[in-house]
């Protein structure tokens, strides 16, 4: 009877353990999942000086995530050899952190779009051959995704896995396509080699349609009042866009949609940023005529999410000439974003641009849209945020 009762224990014990590894582990042991609804900061994390200080301050935030680039044109700059140290450094500070990336492919090496280094913007451009893009797509999740090397050769580091996969970055506007017109038709062979690369080796990762721009209104690119064109030769309003990405047969290619729904403008309220308008990028997803929403509708995506990849609004400084808002506005603009976000039905990650202040002129926009000063003291939205973020959890 001893005997039995000792086999008896061990085998509920084995069973225990088993179903702790698959829900994840203990807390404080690897987690082997990534949150379906995640938030936090897009952010510039490669090559940050005090790289464990920058992500802390975004655990610190109340997030659980936080979206950077995995350039394709830094680490596959030759074919076939690949030089993941910076990516490594990001997941390693992450998974430190308790933080899973949304990693966004993006860029282009020479060799497979055939541009030259000198050209402005070269690697925006899109490769010539789109099973590159998806080949290069695949090895990130080879090597980060669930079972991925980058675990089995760090396996003290908790496993955080990537919160998604975004496909290119604000590709409906030139200035992330080589400074030429934006294609869907391209764009959408892209999305389809890659997704069907990724889901080859992880079927479980999340694969995103890459964040569409906040450009005008829809059939309205120049937002004028008045119906013309959804485009001309630097930009597509996001709507149209959509709409030719599914004309272009993208439907079964990807997990969810990702929008930058930008909306800001000098001595605006958090209530006028996100009051209704056609051309608000906001009002797009889901308010408008045609949105995001009716257009998934419309062709089979009901069941599918809107994640925001990015949105903000940059502070002023001093006799600033570009369009700013006040620190204060930003942070009611970011405390009514975030909360809005979670009565949303179809909402799924949310991500604030920026962290911190990049560096650079004190005169450019992109100086200022962090939620973080540029010497690391937090601004208004940056509580605003861990407020909401951690009252949601």
Same mark, same amino acid.
């Given at each position: 009877?001893?005997?039995?009762?000792?086999?008896?224990?061990?085998?509920?014990?084995l069973?225990?353990?088993?179903?702790?590894?698959?829900?994840?582990g203990?807390?404080?042991?690897?987690?082997?999942?990534?949150?379906?609804?995640?938030?936090?900061?897009?952010?510039?994390?490669?090559?940050?000086?005090?790289?464990?200080?920058?992500?802390?301050?975004?655990?610190?935030?109340?997030?659980?995530?936080?979206?950077?680039?995995?350039?394709w044109?830094?680490?596959?700059?030759?074919?076939?050899?690949?030089?993941?140290?910076?990516?490594?450094?990001?997941?390693?500070?992450?998974?430190?952190?308790?933080?899973?990336?949304?990693?966004?492919?993006?860029?282009?090496?020479?060799?497979?779009?055939?541009?030259?280094?000198?050209?402005?913007?070269?690697?925006?451009?899109?490769?010539?051959?789109?099973?590159?893009?998806?080949?290069?797509?695949?090895?990130v999740?080879?090597?980060?995704?669930?079972?991925?090397?980058?675990?089995?050769?760090?396996?003290?580091?908790?496993?955080?896995?990537?919160?998604?996969?975004?496909?290119?970055?604000?590709?409906?506007?030139?200035r992330?396509?080589?400074?030429?017109?934006?294609?869907?038709?391209?764009?959408?062979?892209?999305?389809?080699?890659?997704?069907?690369?990724?889901?080859?080796?992880?079927?479980?990762?999340?694969?995103?349609?890459?964040?569409?721009?906040?450009?005008?209104?829809?059939?309205?690119?120049?937002?004028?009042?008045?119906?013309?064109?959804?485009? /001309?030769?630097? =930009? &597509?309003?996001?709507? *149209? #866009?959509?709409?030719?990405?599914? $004309? !272009?047969?993208?439907?079964? %290619?990807? /997990?969810?949609? =990702? &929008?930058?729904?930008? *909306? #800001?403008w000098?001595?605006?309220? $958090? !209530?006028?940023?996100?009051? %209704?308008?056609?051309?608000? =990028? &906001?009002?797009?997803m889901?308010?408008?005529?045609?949105?995001?929403?009716s257009?998934?509708?419309? %062709?089979?995506?009901?069941?599918?999410?809107?994640?925001?990849?990015?949105?903000?609004?940059?502070?002023?400084?001093?006799?600033a000439? %570009?369009?700013?808002?006040s620190?204060?506005?930003?942070?009611?603009?970011?405390?009514?974003?975030?909360?809005?976000?979670?009565?949303?039905?179809?909402?799924?990650g949310?991500?604030?641009?920026?962290?911190?202040?990049?560096?650079?002129?004190?005169?450019?926009?992109?100086?200022?849209?962090?939620?973080?000063?540029?010497?690391?003291?937090?601004k208004?939205?940056?509580?605003?945020?861990?407020h909401?973020?951690?009252?949601?959890?």
């Amino acid at each position: 009877m001893a005997k039995m009762r000792l086999l008896t224990v061990v085998a509920l014990g084995l069973l225990i353990s088993v179903g702790i590894w698959l829900l994840g582990g203990l807390p404080g042991q690897h987690r082997l999942s990534a949150p379906r609804e995640p938030v936090g900061y897009s952010a510039h994390g490669l090559g940050q000086p005090g790289a464990a200080r920058y992500i802390g301050l975004i655990q610190d935030g109340g997030a659980t995530s936080l979206r950077t680039d995995i350039s394709w044109a830094s680490v596959e700059a030759t074919p076939g050899r690949f030089n993941w140290s910076g990516p490594d450094e990001i997941v390693t500070q992450a998974a430190s952190h308790h933080l899973n990336v949304l990693m966004i492919v993006d860029s282009t090496p020479a060799w497979a779009s055939g541009a030259s280094v000198s050209r402005r913007d070269w690697s925006w451009l899109p490769p010539h051959q789109p099973a590159a893009y998806g080949a290069f797509a695949a090895a990130v999740v080879a090597r980060y995704g669930g079972g991925g090397t980058f675990w089995r050769e760090h396996p003290r580091l908790p496993r955080y896995l990537p919160a998604g996969i975004e496909l290119w970055n604000e590709e409906n506007i030139s200035r992330f396509w080589g400074d030429e017109a934006p294609s869907p038709r391209v764009y959408a062979a892209m999305v389809k080699a890659a997704y069907t690369s990724i889901k080859r080796v992880d079927p479980a990762m999340t694969v995103l349609i890459g964040g569409l721009a906040s450009i005008g209104g829809y059939d309205d690119v120049a937002c004028r009042g008045r119906d013309g064109p959804g485009h /001309d030769n630097t =930009a &597509w309003n996001g709507l *149209n #866009y959509l709409q030719a990405l599914y $004309a !272009a047969g993208v439907h079964g %290619y990807f /997990d969810a949609v =990702a &929008w930058h729904p930008y *909306n #800001y403008w000098r001595g605006a309220t $958090a !209530a006028d940023m996100l009051a %209704y308008n056609r051309c608000s =990028a &906001w009002s797009q997803m889901a308010s408008t005529p045609v949105s995001v929403r009716s257009l998934m509708d419309t %062709y089979g995506d009901a069941g599918k999410r809107i994640w925001v990849t990015e949105t903000g609004a940059p502070t002023c400084v001093p006799s600033a000439a %570009y369009i700013c808002v006040s620190p204060v506005q930003q942070a009611d603009l970011a405390a009514g974003e975030a909360q809005l976000w979670q009565s949303f039905p179809w909402a799924g990650g949310f991500y604030w641009y920026d962290l911190r202040d990049d560096p650079g002129a004190v005169t450019s926009v992109e100086s200022h849209f962090g939620a973080v000063s540029a010497n690391n003291s937090p601004k208004p939205a940056y509580f605003a945020l861990k407020h909401a973020w951690r009252t949601s959890s």
